[in-house]
């Protein structure tokens, strides 16, 4: 067993977090303020290679696999979580084609997307339903050689801001339900496509989120990603992987959480001595610590099985898990220890207590992760 990063991993992270410091950090509260997508930075980050990295150089990447991309994930959610979803999922969807494209659709959609040019979305969510993957309503008819696809997306990354998105769709619903869904790219500008950017959310204000309508979108039959009827297998693939992505965003968070803690516990006096000479702030301090340690090393061997091509999809349901949670206690922790001070928006800490929630809602509600790990250890 061997524990230790590649000198790679390691430039790697230190590259990702001096690009956080230098382009993320300092437009971070104003993005949040002011709900900004930041197109700008994503293409610096595209032009730094840190964007898609985990895909091949013959597509784009650097091939890194998901470790490197976890770990500049981390790295840049430690600036800001908003962000940092705008640089590292800008690939978002682009899993899909990785895992069951063609060759063409990768030369045709994945080195624009590394280079920071083009952004995609995952268009999977729909109003009336987000947990139950197996109850989207969105049809796709074949007409020729075309397929016509209509229905309703919730919730997406993304949505007004890229090109173009990989939507979940049925085209047999005559079969059963897991074998009747189909994933087709779809460009972001075709005919009958309504795209409203959802405003107001809690947290990670910069990220882009919106509704999408399809009203008899029209796309050429070699848009089909993979097989026809093997949509739902390759969506739960996809988020087995994404999910310790997620995790990632979680740690970089926590980790910020606890670093400034440590910074403030410095600074502040209380009762004529630092805050952090208190054996109540130290324990904050400490099971912060711990569990962001815990939640690294899930997170990153979970990714590490993944690009070794023995996927523990158990485990990456557990980081995300353990990653929303920590996350939430960190932030609640880090918003304590900052006392009055941390209720307020000068203070990092208050955007980074309504980043943390969103961890426990998407790519599978903690419930979600739950009810999966549940069920594999009572089907044994
Ligand atoms: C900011 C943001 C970004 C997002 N980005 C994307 C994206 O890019 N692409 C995309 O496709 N989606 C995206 N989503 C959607 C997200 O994945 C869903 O919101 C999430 O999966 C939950 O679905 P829902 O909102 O429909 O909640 P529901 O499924 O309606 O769940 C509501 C509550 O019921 C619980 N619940 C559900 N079923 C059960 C059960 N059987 N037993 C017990 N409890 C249950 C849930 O855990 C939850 O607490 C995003 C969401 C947000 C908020």
């Known amino acids: 067993m061997d524990f230790e990063l590649s000198n790679e991993m390691k430039m790697l992270a230190d590259m990702a977090y001096k690009f956080a410091v230098k ?38 990447g650097s091939g890194v696999g998901f470790l490197g991309n976890a770990i500049i994930t981390e790295q840049i959610s430690r600036a800001c979580m908003g962000i940092a979803l705008n640089v590292t999922a ?6 899909n084609i990785h895992f069951y494209g063609s060759d063409e659709q990768k030369r045709e959609y994945l080195p624009a997307i590394c280079a920071g040019e083009t952004v995609c979305a995952g ?16 049809r796709a008819v ?29 085209t047999d619903p005559d079969e059963k339900v897991h074998r009747s869904f189909s994933q087709f790219i779809v460009p972001a500008d075709a005919p009958g496509i ?15 989120t919106s509704e999408i309508a399809l009203d008899g979108v029209r796309v050429p039959g070699k848009n089909l990603i993979g ?3 093997a949509g739902f297998y390759q969506l739960m693939h996809f988020f087995d992987v994404t999910r310790a992505m997620v995790a990632a965003q979680g740690l970089g968070l926590s980790q910020a959480c606890l670093d400034e803690s440590v910074k403030y516990c410095k600074e502040r006096t209380v009762f004529g001595k630092p805050l952090g000479s208190f054996q109540l702030t130290m324990q904050k301090l400490a099971e912060m610590w711990i569990r962001i340690e815990a939640l690294r090393n899930m997170t990153y061997k979970a990714c590490w099985l993944i690009d070794a ?61 739950i009810m999966t ?6 089907s044994h």
């Open 23 to 60: 382009e993320v950090e300092p437009v971070a509260q104003e993005a949040d303020e002011k709900e900004k997508y930041t197109p700008e930075i994503r293409k610096k980050a595209g032009a730094n290679g840190l964007i898609g990295c985990w895909i091949s150089e013959e597509y784009g």
């Open 90 to 95: 800008a690939t978002f969807g682009c899993e």
């Open 123 to 138: 268009a999977y969510t729909e109003p009336n339903a987000g947990t139950d993957v197996a109850g989207y309503k969105t």
């Open 142 to 170: 074949q007409d020729g050689d075309d397929y016509i696809i209509s229905g309703n997306k919730m919730f997406i990354t993304n949505g007004t801001v890229c090109d173009w998105m990989v939507v979940q769709a049925i």
């Open 194 to 208: 309504t795209r409203t950017k959802i405003r107001g959310k809690l947290g990670i204000r910069a990220s882009d």
């Open 227 to 229: 097989k026809r009827g």
């Open 309 to 369: 091509g023995k996927p523990d999809y158990h485990l990456s349901a557990m980081a995300k898990y353990f990653s929303g949670q920590t996350a939430v206690f960190c932030a609640n922790l880090a918003l304590e220890i900052h006392g009055g001070y941390g209720y307020i928006e000068e203070y990092k800490v208050q955007k980074w207590y309504r980043d943390a929630k969103i961890l426990e809602l998407y790519e599978g509600t903690k419930e979600a992760e």
């Open 373 to 378: 790990l549940g069920k594999v250890l009572l």
